[in-house]
């Protein structure tokens, strides 16, 4: 088989094949300092030992920091005997021995070395001597720490508490949801603590059965979490009856309420979700922005009139969430006759012009006379519809480069080169761009120096408690801490948490200048070769460039490798299951394969290899991958004269914004990774 090459990506760059590269360290982390230093940072631990190992031989000097990094290294190759002898010879004072601010840390790696070597009644006499002043980044996992050892020590209670502990200091969804596991397994979990974890977690069979055992409406908030959990199942007449009884909860109830609406819906109990996104939309304070846009649905089964209706309220009373009623207004100028979509136009763009619903509006209005082939008119809307200020990157995008090629039609190619250039500078890196601009705004340059952060913990190796640490330290009032940002992604990225580093990336790409997150060393960060091995093993089995598994596997999963999404997709590729047995039954695999993430790589790139034989180009193959093959055999009954109008033209939404994430996460592959 050949190597599958994009035919007719929309102005899209020829295939490249990918070297093997690790996304290295700032240069301040491995090309300065000790020979150990270069060698922790660029993971090259056989290097590390003969460095160690020569000074052992030769007695050559080495230093404190250098054998806390190669302690650190020992660790984290999981050779803990090795790091518990090393750190038990190493000075723990004086001017050879570890600094004050880095010393609590050294004592956690003792603390893990002895509980991981079997010494559990010294690690937790350990544990229990440094929890007391122990510094905020080290106490999460210190908690963890002294919940397990009391659990193995036979103390259940004080491990429950412990694990209470981790619970209350986790600092984000993905702590707390390990807490919560771990809080699941002791015999002391409350229905609070089970509620909260099928409330994340909807699949959690442990979860699951704890609250489906409590008696009926005893707990609202497990009655929430067994209702999400069947409506993440398509179970929707026995989630509308726990979301009932949960609607009352203080913490769950609007959304109780709004997840009740929507198994109506589905259950088409059109009045019940009506009346139920009503009273959210006209008064909720969570998801009212949801409820409005769900009531456009039901404008489409008999219920206009009354839509409009709310709609209207609500552009007339939710002063208090400003982007409730331009959405409002925008919901009343797609679906009203033609003089109430008029005058919400003019409202909204009076009002609200700065915004991601005027600007989709003046979008929706120019892309019919586009459509008409009346230019001129479509100009007009886009640049009426333009401002820095929209929010939506790709939106405001869109608008400039359709802006320029209606310019062009127009006969006014100066100008249109001009807004090229334009988009070329704000917007770098998106899907319009790259149509506009090979490169997509793109250059190649280092980080700019002011970003280069780091503290003691990293000097000496302690690249988990660093993280946290970063991730913990909030900015003075009234700043943003881009340093401190950037120092959460590059850290994130260093130990393989890809997605934790894709998902600090856009607070971090908001608080910069886009000519700096313009930076070819910047960007890698957004777009890491995450499951590199898994990647090109694919590559190699199926043809499919690299570029295109990564691309797919960004927008579908965020490289998060375990994630189930709510309709069932499973892993990095977010595969269904059905469709990932039926690969690997072409590919002679066993069939539940795909939950490896080397499978699941597998046999995703394999689906792709049956998509591109049916229709033979990218853009379309990508949106079967997202909507099925049915839809868009339909949406290609006619021929196709432009690939890019074919895109916009997409008829479910989340179908066209996934082929453009896509397409633009394919570009910055092949830009960001040349042929070395």
């Known amino acids: 088989m050949g190597v599958l090459k994009p035919a007719a990506v929309c102005r899209c760059l020829s295939a490249i094949v990918f070297a093997a590269f690790l996304l290295a360290p700032p240069a301040s982390y491995a090309d300065d300092g000790s020979a150990m230093r270069r060698a922790f940072w660029n993971r090259e631990w056989g290097l590390a030992d003969s460095i160690y190992n020569a000074t052992s031989v030769d007695a050559a000097p080495i230093t404190s920091q250098d054998r806390s990094l190669y302690l650190n290294a020992l660790w984290l190759q999981g050779r803990y005997s090795d790091g ?20 609590p840390y050294a004592e956690m790696l003792l603390v893990l070395g002895q509980e991981r070597t079997g010494r559990k009644g010294e690690a937790f006499e350990r544990a229990w001597a440094l929890w007391n002043g122990a510094p905020s980044p080290l106490r999460y996992y210190l908690a963890f720490a002294l919940a397990r050892l009391s659990r193995d020590l036979s103390m259940p209670d004080e491990s429950a508490e412990w694990f209470r502990k981790m619970l209350e200091l986790a600092p984000d969804k993905k702590r707390r949801l390990q807490a919560l596991t771990q809080l699941m397994e002791t015999p002391a979990v409350n229905s609070d603590e089970a509620a909260a974890l099928l409330a994340d977690s909807p699949s959690n069979a442990k979860a699951l059965a704890f609250c489906a055992a409590l008696p009926k409406g005893e707990s609202t908030a497990a009655e929430y979490a067994l209702g999400y959990s069947d409506y993440t199942k398509k179970r929707y007449e026995s989630a509308m009856s726990h979301f009932e009884l949960a609607s009352k909860d203080v913490a769950y109830g609007e959304a109780a309420r709004y997840y ?15 009346k139920l996104w009503r009273d959210i939309a006209l008064t909720g ?33 939710r002063d208090d969430y400003p982007d409730l009623a331009a959405d409002a207004l925008a919901g009343l100028a797609r679906i009203g006759d033609a003089k109430t979509a008029a005058a919400a136009r003019e409202i909204l763009y009076e009002k609200f012009a700065a915004t991601n619903q005027a600007a989709s509006a003046r979008w929706e209005s120019g892309w019919k006379k586009w459509k008409e082939k009346n230019y001129n008119a ?44 334009d988009l070329t500078e704000w917007y770098p890196a998106e899907y319009h761009t790259f149509l506009a601009n090979p490169r997509g705004g793109i250059v190649s340059a280092d980080a700019p120096v002011s970003y280069d952060r780091r503290s003691a913990l990293e000097d000496w190796g302690f690249v988990t408690y660093a993280r946290l640490e970063s991730e913990m330290t909030p900015p003075r009032p009234g700043e943003t801490d881009i340093p401190g940002l950037y120092r959460s992604v590059r850290l994130a990225l260093w130990e393989g948490d890809y997605s934790s580093a894709a998902r600090s990336f856009g607070a971090f790409q908001r608080a910069i200048p886009a000519s700096e997150y313009a930076s070819s060393a910047v960007l890698r960060h957004s777009f890491p070769k995450a499951f590199e091995k898994e990647v090109m093993d694919a590559h190699r089995k199926t043809s499919v460039e690299p570029a295109i598994i990564w691309g797919v596997m960004r927008q579908e999963s965020l490289y998060e490798p375990d994630v189930t999404s709510s309709a069932g997709a499973y892993g990095l590729m977010q595969l269904m299951p059905a469709t990932a047995r039926e690969e690997a039954r072409k590919l002679e695999m066993d069939p539940d394969s795909y939950k490896t993430a080397s499978g699941n790589v597998l046999l995703g790139a394999n689906h792709l290899v049956g998509l591109f034989a049916r229709f033979k180009d990218v853009p379309r193959s990508l949106a079967a991958y997202n909507a099925g093959g049915t839809p868009v055999t339909r949406w290609s009954a006619s021929p196709i004269s432009d690939m890019t109008e074919w895109v916009e033209d997409i008829a479910y939404a989340e179908t066209r914004g996934y082929v453009k994430a896509v397409l633009r996460n394919i570009e910055a592959y092949r830009l960001l990774y040349p042929k070395e």
Request: aromatic share 10%; hydrophobic share 40%.
């Open 260 to 274: 009740h609406a929507y198994s109506a819906y589905r259950e088409k109990e059109n009045a019940l979700a009506f």
């Open 84 to 103: 518990v002898a090393l750190l038990e010879t190493m000075p723990q004072s004086g001017d050879i021995g570890f600094p004050q601010e880095v010393r």
């Open 378 to 421: 479509a100009y007009k809307e886009w640049s009426g519809g333009f401002s820095r200020e929209i929010k939506n990157r790709e939106l405001a995008s869109r608008l400039l480069y359709w802006q320029s090629r209606a310019l062009f039609e127009i006969g006014s190619p100066v100008a249109a080169e001009r807004l090229k250039s």
């Open 285 to 317: 304070s969570e998801f009212p922005q949801r409820a409005v846009q769900r009531l456009t649905t039901l404008a489409g089964r008999g219920m206009k009139k009354d839509v409009l209706d709310v709609f209207q309220k609500v552009s007339e009373t």
